[in-house]
């Protein structure tokens, strides 16, 4: 009877420590370097709709967020690197990323749709009416952590 109660102690315990241990908070979890693996690009105007990849056969891409806020991101193309520094911040379930270039900044919010220790999904969508012509679109970005 002692050993029951001492083995339920010791896996509430490990219980205790795993849960606690384990962070779900995305500004926790977001922190590294994350390989984009698909970048789905999905625009729809005049009731036409076009998926298309934003990753050509051989390119890749990752961002790096820091614990300081911070990101820089690399874009191996087939032509060559192209590189970006900014900003971050994260409210519930979104993301906003103040990117900074030579004489602007460029500012996303995207919905942070999944996010785990290995994977994460994110989304940004517009629509738009102009002359009467509804334009829309949305990006899709899965990403695994390296």
Same mark, same amino acid.
């Given at each position: 009877?002692?050993?029951?109660?001492?083995?339920?102690?010791?896996?509430?315990? +490990?219980?205790?420590? %795993?849960?606690?241990?384990?962070?779900?908070?995305?500004?926790?979890?977001?922190?590294?370097?994350?390989?984009?693996?698909?970048?789905?690009?999905t625009e729809t105007? !005049?009731?036409?709709?076009?998926?298309?990849?934003?990753?050509?056969?051989?390119?890749?891409?990752?961002?790096?967020? !820091?614990?300081?806020?911070?990101? %820089?991101? @690399?874009?191996? %193309?087939?032509?060559? +690197?192209?590189?970006? !520094?900014g900003t971050y911040?994260?409210?519930?379930?979104? @993301?906003?990323?103040?990117?900074?270039?030579?004489?602007?900044?460029?500012?996303?919010?995207?919905?942070?749709? !999944? @996010?785990?220790?290995?994977?994460?999904?994110?989304?940004?969508?517009?629509?738009?009416?102009?002359?009467?012509?509804?334009?829309?679109? %949305?990006?899709?970005?899965?990403?695994?952590?390296?």
């Open positions: 009877m002692k050993s029951i109660k001492t083995l339920a102690a010791i896996a509430f315990a +490990a219980l205790t420590l %795993s849960l606690t241990g384990c962070s779900k908070d995305p500004e926790d979890l977001i922190i590294g370097t994350w390989e984009e693996t698909e970048v789905t690009y105007y !005049n009731g036409n709709t076009e998926t298309n990849s934003m990753l050509e056969e051989g390119e890749t891409a990752e961002i790096t967020f !820091n614990k300081d806020l911070t990101f %820089s991101s @690399i874009y191996h %193309s087939n032509d060559g +690197a192209a590189t970006s !520094n911040s994260i409210a519930g379930d979104k @993301i906003t990323i103040t990117t900074v270039m030579e004489e602007d900044t460029d500012v996303e919010v995207y919905n942070i749709d !999944n @996010i785990d220790k290995k994977n994460m999904t994110l989304s940004i969508s517009e629509s738009m009416t102009y002359e009467g012509e509804t334009y829309s679109y %949305s990006i899709k970005i899965v990403c695994k952590k390296k």
